[in-house]
């Protein structure tokens, strides 16, 4: 069948299994351009490893490392009448690259948040492994049924404490609108920390010791955001921020507690990238179109690969590896560069549906967007019949 792209609001309904190929194919190229990370794990699980900044992870980790990877990930496979997700093409190129260069790599379809899916990985790491190196946190989910109580929490994009109101874009259409967002009650907020903050990282952690697959010197890190002022409101400040605020708790409780054997837990701020979880934030799409412009003109612009290859090199070659006062690794620190934040602070104001075009770099979002799921990558043909029904 000939695929082409469908948008729904903030989302891509089709995906490309062959551009979706090309695409990680493109950032395994980028990672073996800059040669081995020194030092680096060799046995590696990545939870939440389909997509953005997981998949980075677990590219950086297998061909910047030569790790062993083991991938966990909740994606919907291709059916007769129905594409598969982009994660799910991703997952698929992503082994059959690792496997033709010799490198181990087995994946796990399922929900992460359950007991199931870490005793399913628990086994892979004893069967094939032994213990694991590194443990990559990278969920991304809108709810999350709790393995031990069974209630479904969802998770809310909403300020605290006062309505929010601003601008955003509508990357579809083009057009740049006000936004007015009511603010959270205790449940939104509630429900969001139980399905974005810290609980589950720590739940895989303590599945993982208790089955004694974690080595010596074992490293763990989650990924979070922080943002400048103008998305701090929906933020950092939000619902979304509180859950942060609890998984960087739960990173002190945990380095409190795997130094001990040597042990490392960290989170690590990232910089704004489109991402199929960012692109569903007001005022965010609209804050990254113009950072993009900005860092593209200033030679600093980073995509989600690049991110890692960064964060690899600070984990396992500075020593120790370097952190803000709060103990959280900043490879956000280009982006939040005072000339940067206030360059993009200058522009904010003049954004409109007028000279969107100009002003920001929105042709550059739109095109990290479509890339996520496989489409508008070079030496992909778009018209020729592509086969959905990719399998590992």
């Given at each position: 069948?000939i695929?082409k792209?469908?948008?729904r609001g903030?989302?891509?309904?089709?995906?490309h299994p062959?551009?979706?190929a090309?695409?990680?194919?493109?950032?395994?190229?980028y990672?073996?351009k800059?040669?081995?990370?020194?030092n680096?794990p060799?046995r590696?699980l990545?939870?939440?490893?389909?997509t953005?900044?997981?998949?980075?992870?677990?590219?950086?980790?297998?061909f910047?490392?030569?790790?062993?990877?083991?991938?966990?990930?909740?994606?919907r496979p291709?059916?007769?009448d129905?594409?598969?997700?982009?994660?799910?093409?991703n997952?698929?190129?992503f082994?059959?690259?690792?496997?033709?260069?010799?490198l181990?790599?087995?994946s796990?379809?399922?929900?992460a948040?359950?007991d199931?899916i870490?005793?399913?990985a628990?086994?892979?790491?004893?069967?094939d492994l032994?213990?694991?190196?590194?443990?990559?946190?990278s969920l991304a989910?809108?709810?999350?049924?709790h393995?031990?109580?069974?209630?479904?929490a969802?998770s809310?994009?909403?300020?605290?404490g006062?309505?929010f109101t601003?601008?955003t874009?509508?990357?579809?259409?083009?057009?740049?609108?006000?936004?007015?967002?009511?603010?959270a009650?205790?449940?939104?907020?509630?429900d969001?920390?139980a399905?974005?903050?810290?609980?589950?990282?720590?739940?895989?952690i303590?599945a993982?010791?208790a089955?004694?697959?974690?080595?010596d010197?074992?490293t763990?890190?989650?990924y979070s955001?922080?943002g400048?002022?103008?998305t701090?409101?929906?933020y950092?400040?939000?619902?979304?921020g509180?859950?942060?605020?609890?998984?960087e708790?739960?990173?002190?409780?945990?380095?409190k507690?795997l130094?001990t054997?040597?042990?490392?837990a960290f989170?690590?701020?990232n910089?704004?990238?489109?991402?199929q979880?960012?692109?569903?934030?007001?005022?965010?799409?609209?804050?990254?179109?113009i950072l993009y412009k900005?860092m593209?003109?200033?030679?600093?612009?980073e995509?989600?690969i690049?991110?890692?290859?960064?964060?690899f090199?600070r984990?396992?070659?500075?020593?120790?590896?370097?952190?803000d006062?709060?103990g959280?690794?900043?490879?956000?620190d280009w982006?939040?560069?005072?000339?940067?934040?206030?360059?993009?602070a200058?522009?904010w104001?003049s954004?409109?549906?007028?000279?969107?075009?100009?002003v920001?770099?929105?042709a550059g979002?739109?095109?990290?967007?479509?890339?996520?799921?496989?489409?508008?990558?070079?030496?992909?043909?778009?018209?020729?019949?592509?086969?959905?029904h990719?399998?590992?």
């Open positions: 069948m695929i792209p469908k948008i903030f989302i891509c309904v089709t995906a062959e551009g979706c090309a695409h990680v194919q493109e950032w395994i190229g990672i073996k800059q040669g081995p990370v020194a680096a060799k590696v990545v939870v939440g490893s389909s953005g900044y997981g998949l980075a992870s677990r590219i950086a980790a297998a910047g490392g030569g790790a062993k990877t083991l991938g966990v990930f909740f994606e291709s059916e007769p129905k594409l598969g997700t982009a994660g799910w093409y997952s698929i190129a082994e059959k690259a690792a496997k033709a260069e010799g181990y790599a087995r796990i379809n399922g929900d948040f359950s199931a870490k005793q399913e628990i086994n892979a790491i004893k069967e032994g213990q694991i190196d590194l443990l990559v946190y989910s809108p709810r999350r049924t393995p031990k109580t069974g209630v479904t969802k809310t994009l909403k300020p605290v006062e309505t601003s601008k874009v509508d990357t579809d259409k083009g057009t740049v609108n006000p936004v007015s967002i009511e603010p009650n205790e449940q939104d907020i509630a969001t920390v399905v974005m903050g810290g609980e589950d990282w720590r739940m895989w303590d993982l010791e089955a004694n697959v974690l080595a010197g074992f763990t890190v989650a955001y922080i400048p002022d103008l701090w409101a929906i950092r400040n939000g619902t979304i509180r859950a942060k605020e609890d998984l708790k739960t990173a002190h409780d945990l380095q507690r130094s054997k040597n042990g490392r989170v690590s701020i910089k704004a990238l489109v991402t979880a960012s692109s569903a934030i007001p005022v965010v799409p609209l804050y990254i179109s900005v593209k003109e200033k030679g600093l612009h995509g989600c690049e991110q890692m290859h960064r964060l090199e984990l396992y070659q500075e020593s120790p590896t370097p952190t006062e709060q959280r690794i900043r490879v956000d982006e939040m560069r005072p000339e940067i934040q206030q360059a993009v200058e522009l104001p954004v409109s549906t007028e000279n969107l075009a100009e920001t770099d929105i979002y739109r095109s990290e967007f479509l890339k996520l799921f496989g489409f508008g990558l070079p030496g992909v043909d778009y018209e020729k019949e592509a086969e959905p990719a399998t590992f």
